[in-house]
């Protein structure tokens, strides 16, 4: 557990220096928008994964490869310059961490929430807005929510704002009732 906890003290560290390097330079939304990008790359592709995570692959290596996908994806000049710094000071394994802690810098400047809801199925328009107006209600802020969906659940929601997590899904209900069986 230390070692997650350094990568994501690193990986705050350079959210922090990226996200008031674009602050200063008002590029915030552009940079956001890049590490979104980014974001979505690592969920969708192992190799991309594997190119980051393994020590098998040498700093410039690294750098070559998220250079090649911010020239791809014609990332902003800050984001591109970014990335090359973090593969070359051998950070390349924090970029998730990365990219967390820079989208909940730029969500606290922008005065919202950033929540992250989990369903079943997908919520259909209707119950997306009844989730954000709730979420407003209880937190006072406007929320920016990420849906996901995971079947494994079974049913019911699970919405994580920060640190805290609301779980009334049905699979933690019938884990709870299990336990409560297995006490009996």
Do not use: C, W
């Not at 350079?14 to 390097?21: E, M, R, T």
């Not at 692959?57 to 000049?77: C, M, R, V």
């Amino acid at each position: 557990m230390a070692d997650d906890s350094k990568a994501s003290n690193v990986g705050e560290r350079y959210a922090q220096a990226l996200f008031d390097l674009a602050n200063d330079e008002k590029t915030v939304a552009a940079v956001e928008a890049d590490l979104k990008s980014l974001k979505t790359a690592l969920a969708e592709s192992r190799e991309l994964k594997l190119l980051l995570a393994s020590p098998a692959f040498s700093a410039e290596d690294k750098a070559k490869g998220l250079a090649g996908i911010a020239a791809q994806a014609g990332f902003h000049a800050t984001t591109r310059k970014f990335l090359g710094l973090l593969a070359a000071n051998g950070r390349a394994s924090a970029l998730a961490s990365v990219i967390t802690g820079f989208e909940a810098l730029s969500a606290a400047a922008r005065g919202v929430v950033a929540a992250k809801v989990t369903t079943a199925v997908p919520l259909t328009a209707a119950q997306g807005k009844g989730v954000a107006a709730a979420l407003r209600q209880a937190l006072g802020k406007d929320p920016e929510i990420e849906t996901r969906v995971d079947p494994s659940i079974l049913g019911g929601i699970k919405v994580q704002v920060g640190s805290r997590l609301f779980d009334a899904s049905l699979r933690s209900k019938l884990d709870s009732l299990k336990f409560a069986l297995k006490r009996a």
